[in-house]
């Protein structure tokens, strides 16, 4: 049998090379916001059981939600359902075949992170 011969080739570039772009980051943000909101998905249920048993494991639950995490959890919950919903509408536009030109989708992707943090703090202050 024959010995394959090797060709010296380059190595694909890697990562490094490239600069992140604000698409790209709010596609990244919008996969670990939807991952973010099952953990606080998780957190309520927990919570509801630990209320359905009652007694000490309620007591447990109920320190851990009303706590400063729990706080912190909820409210970034918030930031990440208002996220994820307008990531959604932008992802409708792109979907009809609009908005795809690369200014535009920058300006969309500001847009996303900054509307979504507008209307968590009126959603803060409202409720």
Do not use: C
Not at 5 to 10: A, C, E, G, K, L
Not at 54 to 71: K, R, Y
Request: proline share 3%; glycine share 8%; net charge neutral.
């Amino acid at each position: 049998m024959a010995e394959p011969t090797r060709v010296n080739r380059p190595l694909s570039p890697h990562l490094q090379v490239y600069r992140p772009q604000l698409t790209s980051i709010t596609s990244i943000l919008t996969r670990i916001t939807g991952n973010a909101l099952i953990v606080a998905s998780l957190l309520i249920v927990w919570w509801l059981l630990a209320a359905s048993t009652g007694g000490a494991s309620f007591e447990t639950a109920n320190a851990v939600v009303t706590s400063w995490f729990g706080d912190l959890v909820f409210t970034l919950s918030l930031w990440a359902i208002w996220y994820h919903y307008l990531a959604g509408l932008r992802h409708l536009y792109f979907d009809a075949g609009k908005g795809l030109e690369i200014e535009t989708a920058e300006l969309l992707g500001k847009a996303v992170i900054g509307g979504s943090v507008i209307l968590t703090i009126i959603t803060i202050i409202l409720v």
